[in-house]
């Protein structure tokens, strides 16, 4: 973990936000509708602007990630907006949470190893408490293609690390999905999200 730990510390630290300070948009438009309530946990959550967004709407975050920087920033932006949240600077597979114990869980470009996927997302289902919801937007397997046009997009260079529906399928196959799809979206995230990006999105539940 620390290489990929020093390469977040190294790119957190640079001046300003990378991603922005704005929330994901699938995000917000998935808040916006489903105006969920209670606890939420953000894993892989970076400068925190999309935890600081969850705070601002009226859950209590827990957010998770493996740089100390990103945590600095995150805290940084929650004092700016005049929230809380509460983050952790650690891999989440050396976590221990309690089963269903968040209302509502958002992994936003949340690219764990090939290896970890699986056991990360399964995991991420278990603690969903009945009736709480899952968001997810990750680059897909196609982002491959925009990556090459498109430097400025961002994304994983493995393609190891993409998205294709029937693996975010199988992988949440214990929650109800509302929505699952591959989109070419317009990215408009700091400097490292930025133009035309192939992404997966999902909204499921778990059953009450």
Not at 93 to 111: K, R
Not at 150 to 174: H, K, Q, V
Not at 177 to 201: C, K, P, Q
Request: aromatic residues 10%; charged residues 30%; neutral net charge.
């Amino acid at each position: 973990m620390s290489e990929r730990r020093h390469f977040w510390d190294t790119r957190y630290a640079e001046e300003g936000w990378a991603y922005g300070t704005e929330p994901n948009r699938f995000l917000r438009a998935v808040v916006t509708e489903l105006r969920p309530t209670g606890c939420a946990l953000f894993p892989a959550e970076g400068e925190g602007r999309n935890a600081v967004f969850a705070a601002q709407s009226g859950l209590s975050v827990t957010a998770v990630d493996v740089s100390v920087e990103g945590r600095q920033k995150a805290l940084r932006l929650a004092r700016e907006r005049g929230v809380r949240i509460h983050y952790r600077v650690a891999d989440f597979g050396d976590l221990e949470f309690p089963p269903a114990s968040f209302d509502f869980i958002a992994l936003i470009f949340a690219h764990f190893p090939p290896d970890r996927r699986r056991e990360y997302h399964r995991r991420m289902a278990g603690l969903l408490a009945p009736g709480g919801a899952l968001v997810l937007e990750g680059f897909s397997l196609d982002h491959a293609r925009h990556q090459r046009t498109n430097p400025t997009a961002g994304g994983p260079p493995d393609p190891a690390l993409l998205f294709d529906e029937a693996t975010i399928r199988s992988d949440f196959d214990s929650l109800e999905v509302d929505r699952l799809g591959t989109e070419v979206v317009e990215l408009e995230e700091g400097r490292y999200h930025r133009g035309s990006a192939s992404v997966v999105r999902l909204m499921a539940r778990r059953p009450p």
